[in-house]
């Protein structure tokens, strides 16, 4: 059987796949990131593509490409992007229904992220809220609410003071007891005593404004996020770094916890939230207390997340410029209920 797709470097056998649909174009991308080496230094050879494998290759930075089958649509694609690919068969179009889901006004990164949910290769994971019914006493705030977000999908929730966002991210990690309803998290229920095991998956960064005098450094806080997950010493070090110089918490490691200020203890709670390696992230207010550098530094950070590991993002704000300016889906928490 003649493999689905093959990349050569200067004539030399790099990589071969037998896999189906665009799954040997991730394979792809995997190989590259572990030997090094980059896409542009490939020469690609696929059996069959339209405007998914063009968008995902010209994403990958692949220029070299050979289809034996292109469709149209991939063919001005390609060209669109500044790239001639050579093939043997041009067909007016690819019986595939992604291929029907893509239009060509759509970025590569865009169409990369959208096949990366769609193949399931997003480092998120779904969430199911049914009729959620939560309260404190008498005092109902949750009344009936539903909502379904796939795996790696993003969503801001708007909502009135006092209107129930945090209820509903602390129903969501299972620190609210629910009067009636259910919460499933990546299809398991986080009622089951099994969810436990799988707690680490929810990374939660609350609002600014929450203390906390004990006498712990921030290094010691982001290290909270590896709950032992980090076999040795010099990994963890290395995790712990590496995700407070993405959100601009390195120069803090070694301060008190408590002695920083509300914009400093998000971007130390974020810097954990990332050593966790959370597949559904939780945002409180994300923004409150952080400067106009912190804002933008905490968009970035959102965004290329989004972009790469794709983890499920929630998060409630009021601070309608900045989160607009992020341009993802939004709904109102009015009544209990997501409007
Ligand atoms: N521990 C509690 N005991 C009693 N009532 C509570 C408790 N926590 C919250 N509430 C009440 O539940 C309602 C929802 O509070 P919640 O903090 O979820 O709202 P919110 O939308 O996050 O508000 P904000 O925008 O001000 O942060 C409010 O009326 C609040 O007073």
Redo the contacts with the bound molecule.
């Keep these: 059987m003649n493999p689905s797709l093959v990349a050569k470097r200067n004539g030399t056998l790099f990589f071969t796949s037998n896999g189906r649909w665009l799954y040997p174009l991730f394979e792809l991308e995997e190989a590259c990131l572990h030997s090094n080496i980059s896409p542009s230094d490939l020469c690609v050879e696929d059996s069959i593509g339209g405007i998914a494998a063009a968008g995902m290759m010209l994403h990958l930075g692949v220029r070299d490409v050979h289809i034996h089958i292109l469709s149209r649509l991939g063919l001005d694609y390609f060209r669109q992007h500044g790239i001639t690919p050579g093939w043997d068969q041009l067909v007016d179009k690819i019986s595939c229904k992604t291929e029907e889901m893509l239009s060509g006004t759509m970025t590569p990164e865009e169409i990369y992220i959208f096949l990366k949910k769609r193949a399931g290769l997003t480092g998120g994971i779904p969430v199911d809220i049914e009729e959620l019914h939560v309260g404190?006493?008498r005092?109902k705030?949750l009344n009936g609410l539903s909502l379904h977000m796939d795996a790696g999908e993003t969503l801001i929730i708007r909502?009135?003071?006092?209107?129930?966002?945090?209820?509903?991210l602390r129903s969501l990690l299972g620190l609210q007891p629910i009067a009636t309803g259910s919460i499933r998290l990546n299809g398991e229920s986080i009622q089951s005593p099994d969810w436990n095991k799988h707690r680490w998956m929810c990374g939660y960064v609350h609002?600014g404004q929450v203390t906390n005098d004990f006498p712990i450094s921030a290094r010691e806080v982001i290290e909270i996020g590896l709950s032992g997950k980090a076999a040795k010493k010099e990994e963890a070090a290395a995790k712990i770094e590496i995700a407070a110089r993405r959100t601009g918490a390195f120069p803090l490691l070694d301060r008190p916890f408590h002695e920083l200020s509300g914009g400093e203890k998000q971007r130390v709670n974020l810097a954990r939230c990332l050593c966790q390696d959370a597949r559904l992230i939780l945002l409180?207010?994300p923004s409150s207390y952080l400067d106009k550098e912190g804002r933008a530094v905490l968009k970035e950070l959102l965004e290329e997340m989004s972009r790469t590991v794709i983890p499920t993002i929630l998060l409630?704000s009021?601070d309608a410029d900045w989160t607009t300016a992020l341009g993802w889906p939004e709904r109102s928490?009015e009544g209990g209920q997501l409007c």
């Design positions: 404190y006493g005092h705030v909502g009135s003071n006092g209107s129930g966002k945090t209820t509903l609002q409180d207010e409630v009021h928490l």
